[in-house]
């Protein structure tokens, strides 16, 4: 985890990416976090469910890759519902760039303070809202679902190691 970051959405592809092409792009910026891979097949599902806009021409542009490692990073805390009803929230009060740009941070945030790399978990909100609130917390699950992950998988390498030995 030293030295993750996601990419801010002026960096995200401008040109429309295909499905996999997509799913390559997430899985390479969210592996770090050792949670779940994107497949296809979830892509096609968030699109039916209403948590992405359908592709334009089978290709999918910076909004919807930006949602979509918004899922990926989050899947693993929030229900598909609570994952649309959040969605539905930001769409209502900050742009995509903003709130995703946002999420960016305080995941980092609250990854370097979960790795132990931040004696404070900072809050860089300049304002103060409810969904702020629940973004923040969401990311605070998700640092700790990720620092769990890192601490099984080195007891699991401890253990291979040892039974090697």
């Given at each position: 985890?030293?030295?993750?970051?996601?990419?801010?959405?002026?960096?995200?592809?401008?040109?429309?990416?295909?499905?996999?092409?997509?799913?390559?792009?997430?899985?390479?910026?969210?592996?770090?976090?050792?949670?779940?891979?994107?497949?296809?097949?979830?892509?096609?599902?968030?699109?039916?469910?209403?948590?992405?806009?359908?592709?334009?021409?089978?290709?999918y542009g910076a909004d919807q890759i930006a949602y979509l490692i918004f899922v990926t990073c989050t899947k693993?805390?929030?229900?598909?519902?609570?994952?649309?009803?959040?969605?539905?929230?930001?769409?209502?009060?900050?742009?995509?760039?903003?709130?995703?740009?946002?999420?960016?941070?305080?995941?980092?945030?609250?990854?370097?303070?979960?790795?132990?790399?931040?004696?404070?978990?900072?809050?860089?909100?300049?304002?103060?809202?409810?969904?702020?609130?629940?973004?923040?917390?969401?990311?605070?699950?998700?640092?700790?679902?990720?620092?769990?992950?890192?601490?099984?998988?080195?007891?699991?390498?401890?253990?291979?190691?040892?039974?090697?030995?």
């Open positions: 985890m030293e030295g993750f970051s996601l990419p801010r959405y002026r960096e995200l592809p401008e040109v429309g990416l295909y499905l996999e092409q997509v799913v390559q792009y997430v899985n390479g910026v969210t592996s770090a976090l050792g949670l779940p891979p994107l497949t296809s097949s979830m892509v096609g599902n968030y699109v039916k469910q209403g948590l992405i806009d359908s592709p334009v021409k089978k290709r693993n805390v929030l229900s598909i519902e609570n994952l649309r009803l959040f969605i539905s929230m930001q769409k209502a009060t900050y742009d995509v760039f903003v709130a995703y740009d946002y999420f960016c941070e305080q995941l980092e945030l609250a990854l370097d303070y979960a790795f132990g790399r931040s004696e404070m978990l900072v809050d860089t909100a300049v304002t103060v809202s409810e969904e702020k609130d629940m973004l923040r917390y969401c990311t605070i699950a998700t640092a700790n679902v990720a620092y769990l992950g890192a601490c099984f998988d080195a007891v699991r390498i401890r253990a291979e190691e040892q039974l090697a030995q």
